[in-house]
């Protein structure tokens, strides 16, 4: 089918409509070749140089009445795993990435860097924010810019949902206490080591002060998938025969990822607002982890070696615990 290209403006950028506007196709191609979802606000604004026919294609994308579940940052190993949680529910759910190679009928592109682009949030009535910059390294090598999608991108974005009336669910981590104790609990003084601990405490302090009953902030420790990238390379190194090097000065309290998406999805469907944490059982090396991971397998167990992090960094906790608190 041939396409029928549309032009606008929207703020300095041109954004193009590509081929006929089918209600299930919701994309547009910005010049950059990267697909955008046009806020259904846009479709109503007066101001703009909207033809009837480009109008008419506007109106298309417009949502049905019934609400559902957004999940910013789909693709992030939480957002994934809560997306297919709620595929088996059979709950409607949509979600967002910053790859338009992703872009589909439910994935939206959406980046936090892009001031231009907006979300159409009054169709949702949950939206589980899990777009962040989550290496704390980065976060603490490259400031300003993790500080723009953790901090000012992301308050900007939930007051956005706040205000449209959307439920929002918050992940934080135990990074915003300082780690000299074990299993802090929810009311412990926080008190991060972190730029990645400091942004999340400043995001929670503004959702407590603000949200009014409308969000919940879920701290977690380590989450295990099997895609967790410490987990790859064991499993790789184990394949080929190589040493298999962890870390016996380094802790951690690793939760299986279906524990933490059962915890969002309780909490979704509660809609209880509050601080709550979940942890693991308890506080290990990654050596321990590692010997627990292999345990079934010998020969990799005869590739495991303790080994000392090279050069302990001062923003990383010793303690990486939280006493589970969750809403009953
Ligand atoms: N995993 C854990 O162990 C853990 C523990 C405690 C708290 N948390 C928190 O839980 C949330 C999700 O963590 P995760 O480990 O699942 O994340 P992840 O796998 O590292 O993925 C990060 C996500 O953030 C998105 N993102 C990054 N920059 C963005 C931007 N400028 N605009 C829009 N989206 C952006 C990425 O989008 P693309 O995929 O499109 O690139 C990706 O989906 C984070 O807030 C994290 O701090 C995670």
Redesign the pocket.
């Known amino acids: 089918m041939p396409s029928c290209p549309v032009t606008w403006s929207k703020g300095s950028e041109s954004l193009r409509f590509v081929g006929p506007p089918p209600i299930s196709e919701r994309k547009f191609v910005k010049p950059d070749n990267k697909s955008v979802w046009i806020d259904n606000a846009l479709a109503n604004r007066r101001d703009s140089k909207i033809s009837r026919r480009e109008k008419k294609a506007v109106a298309a994308l417009k949502l049905p009445d019934d609400k559902r579940t957004l999940i ?8 994934a795993s809560l997306a297919e949680r709620l595929a088996r529910e059979n709950l409607p759910f949509f979600g ?4 338009s190679d ?1 872009v589909s009928d439910r994935v939206i592109y ?4 892009d001031s231009d682009v907006s979300l159409p949030l009054q169709d949702f009535d949950c939206v589980i ?6 290496s704390i390294a980065e976060c603490e090598y490259q400031i300003e810019k993790s500080k723009r ?1 953790n901090v000012t991108k992301t308050i900007q974005l939930i007051d956005r949902c706040l205000a449209n009336g959307c439920f929002v669910i918050y ?3 135990n990074a915003v206490f300082d780690g000299t104790a074990p299993f802090n609990l929810p009311g412990d003084q926080p008190n991060p080591k972190s730029m990645y601990g400091f942004f ?1 405490l400043v995001v929670e302090e503004h959702i407590t002060k603000n949200a009014d009953g409308n969000a919940a902030v879920v701290r ?4 295990i998938t099997h895609q967790s990238p410490f987990l790859q390379s064991w499993r790789e190194n184990a394949k080929m025969g190589s040493e298999i090097a962890a870390f016996q000065d380094k802790f951690f309290s690793p939760i299986p990822i279906e524990d933490a998406v059962t915890t969002l999805y309780m909490i979704m469907k509660k809609r209880r607002a509050g601080v709550f944490q979940l942890g693991g059982a308890e506080e290990i090396s990654y050596f321990d982890y590692a010997s627990q991971v292999f345990a079934d397998d010998p020969t990799a167990l005869s590739l495991l070696k303790a080994v000392k992090q090279p050069e302990p960094k001062s923003f990383f906790n010793h303690y990486n615990s939280l006493a589970t608190r969750l809403p009953e």
Do not use: E, Y
């Not at 924010?129 to 989550?134: G, L, N, Q």
């Open positions: 910013v940052g789909i693709n992030s190993q939480i957002g967002t990435t910053r790859n992703n959406f980046d936090l860097l924010v899990c777009s962040a910059v989550t999608v992940p934080s981590s999340k977690f420790t380590k989450i």
